[in-house]
């Protein structure tokens, strides 16, 4: 891969931490529970801190990022997915924002798999936990949301 194939990718996933973070800034801003306002701003707060950790990475001399050419990246896979917004019920707010954290840590993760380097294979291995944990307690929630009647 070359310089600016490895920009692209690093810009996409900058954009795509930007959305995430608008849509969890917007709904914390929405919603009226205190426990999902806390969450969506904690949420919000940790895609902000990916785009600021992409963002150094762009700064690097991203030409020592080495990947295996000859693999699907599957970045347009994700491509399709719905724009976010903050006008959704807050179960159909929820079910998109797994969906999105999902789509984060399958990319990060095909990343770090294509990963040439340890340090490269790392930082992307990172990144796709974080969104793994952010996945995990966002579906802690679904459950509960959806299914009250467990309790």
């Known amino acids: 891969m070359n310089a600016d194939d490895a920009k692209k990718i690093i810009s996409m996933a900058i954009d795509r931490e930007v959305e995430a973070y608008s849509f969890y800034n917007g709904v914390a801003g929405k919603v009226k529970s205190v426990a999902l306002k806390s969450l969506f701003a904690e949420l919000a707060g940790e895609e902000k801190k990916h ?30 997915s719905p724009a976010l917004t903050v006008d959704m019920k807050p179960i159909e707010g929820i079910v998109v924002a797994i969906k999105k954290e999902l789509e984060a840590m399958q990319m990060y993760t095909q990343l770090a798999k294509l990963a040439g ?13 974080m969104e793994r944990g952010h996945k995990a307690r966002l579906e802690d929630i679904y459950t509960n949301m959806a299914f009250p009647e467990v309790w």
């Open 51 to 80: 785009r600021e950790f992409l963002q150094g990475m762009l700064t690097k001399d991203v030409s020592k990022m080495k990947f295996d050419a000859s693999h699907d990246y599957k970045v347009a896979d994700t491509l399709a």
């Open 117 to 129: 380097d340890n340090e490269t294979q790392l930082l992307f291995s990172q990144l796709a936990n």
